[in-house]
């Protein structure tokens, strides 16, 4: 079993960063795909981006392409996420998700998640 720990979210202005960490524990997290997913008030959890076991494969949604950049360090047992150019839509509780198999854009394939942190972007 994976228990997942989020941290770093917060307020912060338009056009500013910030950078997401998911502590994972077990020793054997390399073995799993990690991802972030969001969820705006209202709305239904979307994909962020996903990252595999050896950082071979990443893919990203659109909506953040070019300005979050989703990372590994599996020595630390820890998936990172940094945001930059922050935009208003992109105010959400931001969840990290793991799993064993291949990583996936799709939430139910992901069997660990974190208990989620809020990211505020104020315009």
């Known amino acids: 079993q994976v228990q997942l720990v989020e941290s770093g979210g917060g307020l912060v202005q338009a056009g500013g960063s910030l950078r997401l960490s998911c502590a994972a524990s077990g020793r054997t997290f390399n073995r799993y795909a990690g991802a972030w997913f969001r969820q705006a008030p209202g709305k239904a959890r979307e994909f962020v981006a996903a990252?595999?076991?050896?950082?071979?494969?990443?893919v990203y949604a659109d909506s953040v392409k070019g300005r979050f950049t989703i990372s590994r360090d599996n020595a630390k047992n820890t998936v990172y996420l940094q945001m930059n150019s922050l935009k208003s839509e992109d105010t959400a509780v931001y969840y990290c998700?793991?799993?064993?198999?291949?990583?996936?854009?799709?939430?139910?394939?992901?069997?660990?998640w974190g208990q989620g942190t809020q990211v505020t972007v104020s315009s």
């Open positions: 998700a793991a799993d064993e198999k291949t990583m996936s854009t799709y939430a139910p394939r992901y069997l660990y």
């Open positions: 990252i595999s076991t050896s950082r071979g494969q990443i």
